[in-house]
């Protein structure tokens, strides 16, 4: 099913009128190689996050032989790493786990704003966001991933409610995807009992608001057919940049290894 909204090309011409290559076009490599070098594994010009925060993995724009055996080098023999892209053509011995096609959308005109009843997340609340994730797939959410960016819930009393009686998380986004200038919204889901009253709006705008603060500019991605999720970020000022594809991708069996970090 296709996005219900326009796409909007990005046409900036370069120094010899050639397109200019832009941070969104390739956004794993420019938060690996910028604000989340510190969380990189490198071999050559390939990155990936450590496989308990992130399963995105980079390479060059234009990625050549040696470039896709530094990746595999780096992910290890058998080692599953998600890429994105306009289009992802891995060489032969590669195996295609599974290939999503997505939206990317970008909120330069989002009307962000702080809410009063979001909480900060942090480690002590990743076995809840973790079983939160589990019962709504929003996409990837791992051990470490909250050590990539700003992440908020909303917390309500519940049917099922925990054993000190504290309220549970019924919906969370985050950040996630870090290029320079640039904050990636990720993870936004609400608990099937509570949905239809607006949390994730307001959660995505909430965050939209940190970013907003540091001077950067929020995007997101979803997958193409995912059409409600599209139309609730349209409807707070997203707009699409361009399609992706998300690919998982397993590294040959026969593959060197990599002490890497």
């Not at 011995?93 to 970008?106: F, I, K, T, Y």
């Not at 330069?108 to 797939?137: C, F, S």
């Not at 986004?173 to 099937?192: F, M, N």
């Not at 057919?225 to 609730?232: C, D, E, K, M, S």
């Amino acid at each position: 099913m296709k996005s219900p909204i326009r796409e909007e090309a990005d046409d900036r011409q370069g120094p010899r009128g050639r397109p200019e290559r832009h941070p969104l076009d390739n956004p794993v490599r420019w938060s690996l190689a910028g604000p989340h070098a510190h969380l990189a594994g490198r071999r050559g010009a390939a990155l990936r996050y450590p496989a308990d925060v992130a399963p995105f993995a980079a390479l060059p724009d234009e990625p050549g032989p040696a470039d896709w055996a530094d990746l595999a080098a780096l992910a290890g023999p058998g080692a599953v790493v998600t890429l994105t892209g306009p289009a992802i053509a891995p060489p032969d011995g590669w195996e295609v786990v599974m290939s999503l096609e997505g939206v990317q959308m970008v909120g330069d005109d989002v009307a962000a704003a702080y809410d009063g009843e979001t909480v900060r997340l942090g480690t002590k609340d990743v076995p809840e966001m973790l079983d939160l994730v589990q019962r709504t797939q929003p996409g990837p959410l791992l051990d470490r991933t909250v050590e990539m960016g700003t992440y908020l819930g909303i917390r309500r009393d519940t049917a099922a409610g925990h054993a000190d009686g504290s309220p549970a998380l019924v919906a969370m986004a985050g950040e996630r995807l870090h290029p320079q200038g640039w904050t990636e919204i990720s993870a936004v889901c609400t608990d099937a009992a509570f949905r239809g009253q607006g949390l994730a709006s307001r959660l995505v705008l909430a965050v939209a608001a940190g970013i907003r603060d540091r001077g950067e500019i929020p995007f997101l991605h979803a997958v193409a057919g995912n059409v409600n999720a599209i139309r609730l970020y349209e409807s707070i000022g997203f707009r699409l940049r361009r399609r992706v594809v998300f690919a998982a991708l397993r590294v040959p069996a026969g593959a060197e290894a990599s002490g890497a970090g």
